[in-house]
């Protein structure tokens, strides 16, 4: 019995298609042709699943080579090589979608990454950053449209933590992020600020902690210039209003 498995196993090796779902089916064709309806066994089952992941990581190297990147990418979660996938992802692709407001496709991956997130290491400092601020930023609105003005002191913190780890991002990717993933996380930061800035307060001007908080996000010059003005107007006006 065996003996026939072994050769249907052979009668495949090497062999590459185009569709995965095709592969697989037409390696199942050749199973019930040689066995009739009797079950594969286990290491048959296995060396198929090789063989689809074999094929993933050749497709991988392909498009990686031709510079298409995304469809490197794709393969790389396919075969579940997380570690290689996360860092193309990091590095490649994600500042592009972003940017080009492609938010579905962002989450899309970053969700397929995160249930493997602990076999990857930085996750915090690269895909998870792009979770993060999606459930930050989520949250902020939210809370602007309920008018809460006693969330500003919260929402202030959990943006100061999340733009210590854009800064901690930069520094450990340091030179494997392009331009663009800089302009990706300041553009983050930029909504983050404005959205701190919306958040209704118990004084008519942005509390001084906000303002020192945004002064830290990773930004442009001339946002952070703005920030600085804003905040002497807010630190001039605590002067004056002391008795």
């Given at each position: 019995m065996c003996c026939?498995?072994?050769?249907?196993?052979?009668?495949?090796e090497g062999v590459i298609v185009e569709d995965d779902a095709e592969l697989e089916r037409q390696v199942w064709l050749t199973l019930a042709q040689e066995e009739?309806?009797?079950?594969?066994p286990a290491f048959v089952l296995r060396r198929v699943e090789g063989m689809k992941n074999e094929q993933a990581i050749s497709e991988a190297l392909y498009h990686e080579y031709y510079g298409d990147k995304q469809g490197a990418l794709e393969n790389l979660i396919q075969c579940g090589n997380w570690k290689k996938a996360h860092t193309i992802f990091v590095t490649s692709v994600a500042h592009s979608m972003f940017l080009s407001s492609n938010h579905q496709e962002v989450w899309r991956i970053t969700s397929a990454l995160e249930n493997h997130k602990y076999e990857i290491v930085d996750w915090d400092l690269g895909?998870?950053?792009?979770?993060?601020?999606y459930v930050l930023k989520n949250s902020m609105q939210e809370r602007n449209a309920m008018d809460d003005s006693g969330s500003l002191e919260e929402m202030s913190e959990s943006c100061r933590s999340f733009f210590g780890r854009l800064n901690e991002s930069l520094l450990v990717w340091g030179s494997k992020l392009p331009v663009e993933?800089?302009?990706?996380?300041?553009k983050m930061a930029e909504e983050l600020c404005a959205l701190l800035v919306d958040t209704p307060s118990e004084t008519l001007n942005l509390p001084m902690g906000c303002l020192l908080t945004m002064l830290n996000a990773p930004v442009p010059d001339e946002s952070r210039s703005s920030y600085l003005q804003d905040?002497?107007?807010?630190?001039?006006?605590?002067?004056?209003?002391d008795p």
């Amino acid at each position: 019995m065996c003996c026939g498995w072994l050769g249907v196993i052979f009668e495949w090796e090497g062999v590459i298609v185009e569709d995965d779902a095709e592969l697989e089916r037409q390696v199942w064709l050749t199973l019930a042709q040689e066995e009739g309806k009797s079950p594969p066994p286990a290491f048959v089952l296995r060396r198929v699943e090789g063989m689809k992941n074999e094929q993933a990581i050749s497709e991988a190297l392909y498009h990686e080579y031709y510079g298409d990147k995304q469809g490197a990418l794709e393969n790389l979660i396919q075969c579940g090589n997380w570690k290689k996938a996360h860092t193309i992802f990091v590095t490649s692709v994600a500042h592009s979608m972003f940017l080009s407001s492609n938010h579905q496709e962002v989450w899309r991956i970053t969700s397929a990454l995160e249930n493997h997130k602990y076999e990857i290491v930085d996750w915090d400092l690269g895909a998870g950053i792009y979770i993060d601020f999606y459930v930050l930023k989520n949250s902020m609105q939210e809370r602007n449209a309920m008018d809460d003005s006693g969330s500003l002191e919260e929402m202030s913190e959990s943006c100061r933590s999340f733009f210590g780890r854009l800064n901690e991002s930069l520094l450990v990717w340091g030179s494997k992020l392009p331009v663009e993933s800089r302009a990706c996380y300041s553009k983050m930061a930029e909504e983050l600020c404005a959205l701190l800035v919306d958040t209704p307060s118990e004084t008519l001007n942005l509390p001084m902690g906000c303002l020192l908080t945004m002064l830290n996000a990773p930004v442009p010059d001339e946002s952070r210039s703005s920030y600085l003005q804003d905040a002497l107007s807010v630190f001039t006006e605590i002067l004056c209003s002391d008795p």
